[in-house]
């Protein structure tokens, strides 16, 4: 069996990528210090006995270093993100995202560790443009607007990593994530297909932001997680960038009609201005989608879930803790896992 380091592991995606490596027998080492993930977001892997969760920040040099002493190799994930977070406060998020990049890549170099560093489509910034390479120049914002802090530091962890590839030979490539969706996501981090969910089961008005005309290329964590297991294990891999997403752009109006349609909801949808819904700061993206021909071709990924199916497992996730919460409110403890099944 293998050991692999998830930093960020008790997050949203990270806990996706654990299930799927505990599910065929590897042991995982989530390092999180819980900040935006939650144990209970692998309770189903630490029930498995094959992950170790470790209580902690990336920016502790020392616990780094143990964690990656122990692990064969490590998906760097942990970051500070989503949209209110980066707008209210870009020191905090620049810093810990660049330290963390740092400390974590330095150990993997030094111990001769595989690693993926975990970048963001972000990097492309303003760029309105169907199937952007790895190669594409990047238009990134003025940085006098907090919106593009997030984007500066993915840059910076990549230069890192491609400078840790040159001068040292380590092992690493990076992968730049399209807007990954699926259970376990949270809302309360500006994430819109999550949050338009939980509006619409709640029967609350759908807020979209702006005109509604500004599109995404959503991807389902199942495949995102795929992917990032096939670039693990693909030597030649190594020092390369991948893009990973689906290249079927959707506008946010859509989308919220879309999530209407799935829950079956009649809540009204309802335009908010950016000047109302964010601080200053803020700038709203372009409308891009990925060319993903570099990862089909290095690994043989493709995409396979629709978003419609996507939106479903997100609707049947938010009913199930619904459930949850309701039957602690009224046993005073969380129903098994069994029990939530049956009653769904």
Known sequence: MSTLLITGGAGFIGSHLADLLAGRGDRVIVLDDLSGGSAENLSRSLDSGLVTLVQGSVTDGDLVDGCMEAADACVHLAARLGVHQIVTSPLSCLRENVLGADIVMEAAARRGKRLIFSSSSEVYGKLNQRDLSETSDRLIGSPAKSRWSYA?????????????????????????????????????????????????????????????????????????????????????????????????????????HLVLERTGSISPVVFVPYAEAHAPGFEELGNRSPDTTALRRMTGWT??????????????????????????AATGSPPSADRLRAAA
């Open 152 to 256: 500066i530091a993915k840059e910076f962890g990549e230069s890192l990593a491609h400078a840790y590839v040159q001068q040292m030979g380590a092992d690493m490539r990076v992968v730049r994530l399209f807007n990954t969706v699926g259970p376990r996501q949270v809302s309360k981090y500006g994430m819109v297909v999550a949050r338009f969910v939980r509006q619409a089961l709640d029967g609350e008005p759908l807020t979209v932001y702006g005109d509604g005309a500004q599109s995404r290329c959503f991807t389902d964590v199942r495949d995102v997680v795929r992917g990032l297991d096939l670039l693990l294990h693909c030597d030649r891999a190594a020092g390369g960038a991948y893009n990973i997403g689906t290249s079927a752009p959707i506008s946010i109006a859509a989308l919220a």
């Open 303 to 328: 995409p396979r879930r629709s978003l419609e199916e996507t939106i479903d497992t997100v609707i049947a996730y938010e009913l199930d803790q619904a459930l949850r919460v309701s039957k602690v």
